[in-house]
């Protein structure tokens, strides 16, 4: 199979005349614009964009790409760095128009289009008073940070997203349209709770939902003088925290435009609003922060109090893994990189697991990250295209030199397009092997391999 196969003029007559979305080659109107994903450096140019509205369309464009031998890839929010959602000279499945989204409040349970991103999950969910949860970011997919796990402000107290879902309508290579549970097909259900896009295309998902109207959260930032004190502060004081408080650090730089670099602590807390203001107040009490910014509100507004520092379009270029500790030399080696900092825009993230994630077992999910800890990413975001090379050696180097305290073990949602030949063994470890038989079972010719891929073993 070659991305660049021609496409067979009545082979397209024949999709055209039944697809009820949108067929796009180079040229037509809307391809530049439909062409882009969240990630600026992504310049891909597929030979069919099809933007499907339902199951039936999805079934007929992978048909269409199979027949056609064209390398397939699959847009859900658009939002993954590697920029596996579009293709050079292939089909991209583009499921950004389906926006369906059900929600039953009785049964507390949601269910969703592939095109959803969280923005509009959380606003449907909110009118319920539930929620589950999703990505930190609103205008991230649904889709993507749920096959590869997905882990948000709720994580603590529910889990990643995969430890929610209840099921998911997957079109197979084959073209079979399959409703995957635990009951149905325990397999491959088990495998999509982490296995990205290796198995199908999900055009939807169900995920149950629970009660939740108010957070406590928000933003407490301290000059970056402070920045060992604070993050020292901040590993002891995640070490016992209630599942209802998800503490993130960042060393990032003021939202204010000003460019000063900050060591921010990103707070969020699901329990009763009396419990919640007790057990964050040691947060506001420690150090002098230049900016307390912590309260009641909704959790819809919760998920985008970060959106402004991940424009669409911006160039992105991340690197990341778990820490085998937050020790004080991680801490310094991190705080003397991002004094460095070639932008304004970059953050270095410290995204601590703890409570409901930590008590799913290492096998009952294809994720394998289970253990209290952080996860270090380094979050690289620029605007100059002159900069890129500049940015993307400073990544690199700071993720080298934070290397000694890392665990070899991935995060798979976050690793970008060069990463070495065992990171994705690294982020499914003891689970790679069963994932790898049920990618034979699926889809043994590897139809779905634009993606972090898991090859199927030769039979
Ligand atoms: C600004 C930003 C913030 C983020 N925040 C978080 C966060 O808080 N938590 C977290 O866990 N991750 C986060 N991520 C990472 C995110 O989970 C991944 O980028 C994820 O891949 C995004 O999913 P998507 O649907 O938006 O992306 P896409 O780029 O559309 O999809 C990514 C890949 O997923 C697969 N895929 C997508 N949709 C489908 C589908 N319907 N069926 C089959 N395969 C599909 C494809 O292989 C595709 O290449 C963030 C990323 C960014 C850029």
Redesign the pocket.
Known sequence: MTAQAAIDTDRFKSLASTFSGVLLRPGDDGYEDARR???GLIDKRPALIARCRGTADIADAIAFARESGLEI?????????AG??VTDGGAMID?SLMKGIHVDPGARTVRVQ?GVTWREFNRETALHGLATTG???S???????T??????WLLGKHGLSVDNLISVELVTAAGDVLNVTADERPDLFWALRGG??NF????SFAFRAHPLRQVYGGLVAHPLAAAADVLRFYRDFTGAVPDELTVFAALAHAPDGSGTPVVALVVCHCGAPEQAAKDVRPLLEFGTPVLVQVGPMPYPVMNTILDEG?PRGAL?YWKSSFMKALDDDAIGTMIDRFAACPSMMTNIVLEHFHGAVTRVAVTDTAVPHREAGYNFLVASVWADPGTTDENIAWTRATYAAQEPFLARKR?V??LDDDEPRDAIPNAYGSNYARLAEIKRRYDPGNLFR??QNIEPPRA
Do not use: D, P
């Not at 205008?139 to 940070?145: D, H, K, P, Q």
């Not at 096959?147 to 948000?152: A, I, K, S, V």
């Not at 199908?200 to 055009?203: E, L, N």
């Open positions: 994903i969240h990630n890839s699959v847009r859900g929010g658009g939002h993954n760095v596996r959602a499921l592939g990505g930190v970011v205008t991230t997919g649904v889709a993507g940070l096959l590869g796990g997905g882990l948000g990205g896009g199908g295309v999900a055009s991940f992105n995060y949602n976050y634009l993606n």
